[in-house]
């Protein structure tokens, strides 16, 4: 039968790709825990308390320090398929545009019920790195977007979050709105993960899946470690459905996602202000 000429190794790597490709908010979160993780599983993750520096002197650096650990899991306890028919396996095989462009909708869809999931968890962020709130939105256009992810970037600050690695990802009105900021340095083009820029140390990005509370957008700025996301297509398979005559390609992905440094993540409560 053809669907046994299925090459699932192949097209698994090319679903991959793909996925990662489409991924905004995935990419910009801890994936150091990335492997062979299967739904169910509990990553472990470990973290240290701060390091005391002190003067040396005639007494040497004295008994060493204890430093505390802790233990943080994360849960694999998200688990989504896909699931479509295909006419012939071994055309489409033979026609690696048709397979390839399939598979890369999967992962687009995939992905994007991902980054839902990631961008979600902005609810454990720390009060003190909040901007505005759902009763009291701050009101955006683009005359303060700019200045308002740069006091967003001072919040980061504050927290001792490290320069390196921060970013923010706004929906497209607030690229629309930094667009009309001169200060805002523009690129010629979208790229396919969402970058557009920067803002002083922050990295900027959009996505559509910026969270919304009763019409209200959640701006959300942080640093790579914050968030750990662990993530694997689990399984993809050729089959023959028993009430059609045609062949159709299954695929698992699980994953899960924790904000394990609360004070990595800093939230903006926006009304984005309409403007013609």
Not at 257 to 272: D, N, Q, R
Request: proline fraction near 4%; charged fraction near 25%.
């Amino acid at each position: 039968m053809a669907y046994e000429k299925f090459i699932p190794v192949v097209w698994s790597t090319k679903l991959n790709e793909a996925y990662r490709k489409s991924l905004v908010f995935g990419n910009l979160v801890n994936t150091d825990y990335q492997g062979d993780v299967k739904y169910g599983n509990t990553v472990k993750i470990n973290s240290f308390g701060e390091v005391t520096i002190g003067d040396y002197g005639k007494n040497g650096v004295g008994d060493p320090e204890q430093i505390d650990g802790s233990q943080t899991e994360l849960k694999i306890d998200q688990a989504k398929y896909f699931n479509f028919k295909v006419e012939d396996i071994d055309a489409a095989q033979a026609n690696v545009n048709l397979l390839s462009g399939q598979l890369k909708e999967a992962a687009y869809q995939l992905a994007d019920v991902t980054d839902q999931f990631i961008a979600n968890l902005y609810t454990g962020v720390d009060s003190k790195n909040t901007m505005g709130t759902d009763e009291d939105p701050m009101r955006i256009d683009s005359q303060n977007l700019y200045n308002r992810l740069v006091s967003l970037n001072v919040k980061l600050s504050e927290a001792d979050v490290p320069k390196q690695g921060r970013w923010v990802v706004l929906p497209e009105a607030g690229h629309g709105l930094l667009q009309k900021d001169p200060r805002f340095s523009k690129f010629p083009e979208v790229l396919y993960d969402g970058y557009i820029g920067n803002v002083g140390s922050l990295k900027v990005f959009t996505s559509n899946n910026c969270p919304m509370v009763d019409g209200k957008y959640k701006i959300i700025a942080g640093h790579s470690s914050a968030i750990s996301f662990a993530s694997q297509i689990d399984s993809l398979e050729a089959y023959r459905p028993e009430r059609f005559f045609a062949d159709a390609i299954k695929g698992l992905q699980v994953y899960g996602a924790k904000l394990v440094k609360p004070k990595g993540i800093a939230v903006l409560t926006a009304s984005f202000m309409s403007e013609v």
